[in-house]
């Protein structure tokens, strides 16, 4: 550490006890001081045995794999489900699963892909009684549903019915990385339109979806690493808040680079972005972040053209 750093923690520590700094080494570390954001749930760092999962190689389906993942553990079982492909941008992307003991070492299910009958990609599991509900992209960004009762064998139920606040569907176009929540006998429905902007919409059957506003409830910005795309990952409920993981990145970096960030709501609608974002610097462009519960406490996993995982800093 040089003379000015360690004359600055020196200040800091003196002027500020109340506050805490993840690292005044990383390049982009910043203080945590924000009582919406507890440390369990923005703090970690990348495990040793990273990464803990890869794309199998040139000659299989899933010489590459992409976006956002899904990790469920459920008791001593780890199911991960990923988007893997040829390597092609414009190839099929299918659906692949791998298992695991302890949410580090996995293995690839015999009979990857597992649903074979079209585009999968982007996806995320709500696990509600016996049934598996799966957002996911289809072919050309547009959100899907999919349902299973083991995890394996999944039924495809067609296209999201998004309408906007007046009951006309939403513009033709993208719609991708749905993200899916349920409470008290309400679904709600995250999802972005070429990345410009996070919308919500709600349903009681899942069958038709109905923006709350027609104006996104999360957009990019004012950060430098989410100036000019979003998407969300996920939905955490803690404390009686609700914490938003997304990915973001700026149209001026080149080549491009995405990182994952945090915010907080107390209605699913407002949100306030963390200070302290992006959670992992932006130059390792790590995305498509999601927190796991490992029963001790929480884990957090990158997501996009490998798994990293990371876990609390403290």
């Not at 941008?89 to 293995?107: P, R």
């Not at 064998?153 to 569907?169: E, I, M, S, Y």
């Not at 700026?250 to 972005?273: F, I, M, N």
Request: charged content about 25%; aromatic content about 12%; overall charge negative.
């Amino acid at each position: 550490m040089t003379i000015a750093k360690s004359l600055l923690r020196f200040l800091v520590c003196c002027l500020l006890p109340g506050m805490s700094f993840v690292s005044l080494d990383a390049e982009d570390a910043k203080p945590v001081s924000d009582p919406d954001f507890p440390r369990e749930l923005v703090e970690f760092k990348p495990a040793e045995s990273n990464p803990v999962f890869e794309a199998a190689g040139k000659q299989d389906w899933d010489a590459m794999i992409r976006e956002r993942g899904w990790i469920l553990r459920e008791g001593n079982r780890w199911m991960m489900w990923y988007t893997g492909y040829d390597g092609v941008k414009t190839s099929t992307k299918y659906l692949g699963l791998a298992t695991s003991d302890d949410g580090i070492h996995w293995k690839r299910h015999p009979d990857n892909p597992i649903y074979r009958d079209g585009w999968v990609e982007d996806m995320m599991v709500v696990k509600r009684g016996p049934t598996y509900y799966m957002f996911a992209e289809g072919k050309d960004d547009q959100a899907q549903l999919l349902t299973s009762t083991d995890g394996v064998k999944w039924t495809r139920q067609g296209a999201l019915d998004v309408r906007k606040t007046d009951g006309t569907p939403i513009e033709p176009g993208p719609y991708g990385t749905p993200t899916g929540y349920y409470e008290n006998g309400t679904w709600y429905l995250f999802y972005e339109r070429r990345d410009a902007g996070i919308w919500l919409a709600t349903s009681k059957d899942m069958q038709r979806w109905t923006n709350l506003q027609d104006e996104p409830v999360l957009s990019p910005g004012p950060a430098e690493f989410d100036k000019h795309l979003v998407a969300l990952n996920q939905i955490v409920p803690y404390k009686g808040k609700y914490y938003a993981y997304y990915h973001g990145s700026s149209k001026e970096r080149t080549p491009s680079v995405w990182a994952t960030g945090v915010a907080v709501s107390d209605d699913l609608v407002h949100w306030k972005k963390y200070s302290g974002n992006p959670l992992q610097p932006v130059e390792q462009n790590k995305s498509s972040g999601i927190l796991v519960p490992d029963g001790s406490g929480f884990r957090f996993y990158t997501m996009h053209g490998k798994v990293e995982l990371h876990l609390p800093a403290h």
